[in-house]
T-cell receptor, first 114, second 114 residues
């Protein structure tokens, strides 16, 4: 089944403790992206990657890091989480070279930083 | 840069009544347009998309949206809603330049009342 898999689904952590949210897709998509969803703000892009070793900042990159060493994986790293990073996070992928367009989204990771 | 405006944050409607969810966008370039749906505690699913061709696009569950270039709108409509349509709906825009980068509106929560 074609899908984007995020782990974990739920995470509660303390301020300053480094964490990684994993994202993996099995569709051989070139393009991957991380979004955060907050009430009243919709989805805002954190980082995106157009291919292996190619990443760029989205609208709200502060406090986050990403890497794209393999085509299928795009982990989101919070080196020193803070309470304002409490949010619902989504990973997504797509393949610009096809007529399909539109993203395939993961199921989300609900992060709480206390 | 693109931006998307969803003027209605919440839309309550009685079952079997028609509904319209409004979406306006701004962009200096040609765009692709999307509607995504998020059911409670789930990720986002692509509902329908406009890439080119006919300005009226339809989904498999009875929703339709019409691209209006002069009004820069992409409103979502359904002639008769069902309880199962209760969800949050996001309009999104991507420029045709190839980055396939999606910009989302803030969402409209549709609540269908029995």
């Amino acid at each position: 089944e074609a899908q984007v898999t995020q782990n974990p689904r739920y995470l509660i952590t303390v301020t300053g403790k480094k964490l990684t949210v994993t994202c993996s897709q099995n569709m051989n998509h070139e393009y991957m992206s991380w979004y955060r969803q907050d009430p009243g703000l919709g989805l805002r892009q954190i980082y995106y990657s157009m291919n292996v070793e190619v990443t760029d900042k989205g609208d709200v990159p502060e406090g986050y890091k990403v890497s794209r060493k393999e085509k299928r994986n795009f982990p989101l790293i919070l080196e020193s989480p803070s309470p304002n990073q409490t949010s619902l996070y989504f990973c997504a992928s797509s393949s610009p070279g096809t007529t399909a367009y539109g993203y395939t989204f993961g199921s989300g990771t609900r992060l709480t930083v206390v | 840069a693109q931006s998307v405006t969803q003027l209605d944050s919440q839309v309550p409607v009685f079952e079997e009544a028609p509904v319209e969810l409004r979406c306006n966008y701004s962009s200096s370039v040609s765009v692709y347009l999307f509607w995504y749906v998020q059911y409670p505690n789930q990720g986002l699913q692509l509902l329908l998309k406009y890439l080119s061709g006919s300005t009226l696009v339809e989904s498999i569950n009875g929703f339709e949206a019409e691209f209006n270039k002069s009004q820069t709108s992409f409103h979502l409509r359904k002639p008769s809603v069902h309880i199962s349509d209760t969800a949050e709906y996001f309009c999104a825009v991507s420029d045709r330049g190839g980055a396939n980068n999606l910009f989302f509106g803030t969402g409209t929560r549709l609540t269908v009342i029995p």
